[in-house]
């Protein structure tokens, strides 16, 4: 008999109407983008880099798991963004611009489905 844990259970046999509703998606994405943060956080030095391209999301994911995801904006930033990104920035810039382009483009794609 194999032995499998009540949570592990929960998430298989959860219903596939709230795995696949988009305010259920960024909610899920926002407590990974979460946990990787504070991680990078405490760990300090280089990983700060990291740090700075998952807290730049934290806010775009909790709007959208609240409801509040406006297609329209989203794709204006995204645009704006990707247009800003360059070579000449520091690290840190890098890392917050490529983050945003990032969730930007997941919240678009994962909107359009």
Same mark, same amino acid.
């Given at each position: 008999?194999?032995?499998?844990?009540?949570?592990?259970?929960?998430?298989?046999?959860?219903?596939?109407?709230?795995?696949?509703?988009?305010?259920?998606?960024?909610?899920?994405?926002? +407590?990974? $983008?979460? #946990?990787?943060? =504070?991680?990078?956080? %405490? /760990?300090?030095?280089?990983?700060?880099?990291?740090?700075?391209?998952?807290?730049?999301?934290?806010?775009?994911?909790?709007?959208?798991?609240?409801?509040?995801?406006?297609? +329209?904006? $989203?794709? #204006?930033?995204? =645009?704006?963004?990707? %247009? /800003?990104?360059?070579?000449?920035?520091?690290?840190?810039?890098?890392?917050?611009?490529?983050?945003?382009?990032?969730?930007?483009?997941?919240?678009?794609?994962?909107?359009?489905?």
């Amino acid at each position: 008999m194999i032995f499998i844990n009540m949570k592990l259970k929960n998430l298989l046999f959860e219903s596939k109407d709230k795995l696949d509703t988009f305010e259920s998606f960024a909610d899920t994405r926002e +407590a990974g $983008a979460e #946990k990787i943060s =504070d991680t990078a956080k %405490k /760990k300090g030095g280089l990983a700060l880099l990291t740090w700075h391209h998952f807290k730049v999301k934290l806010p775009y994911y909790k709007q959208a798991a609240a409801g509040k995801f406006d297609l +329209a904006e $989203a794709q #204006k930033e995204f =645009d704006a963004t990707y %247009k /800003k990104i360059s070579s000449s920035m520091s690290q840190i810039e890098f890392q917050r611009e490529v983050g945003r382009l990032e969730v930007l483009g997941e919240l678009i794609i994962r909107n359009s489905k």
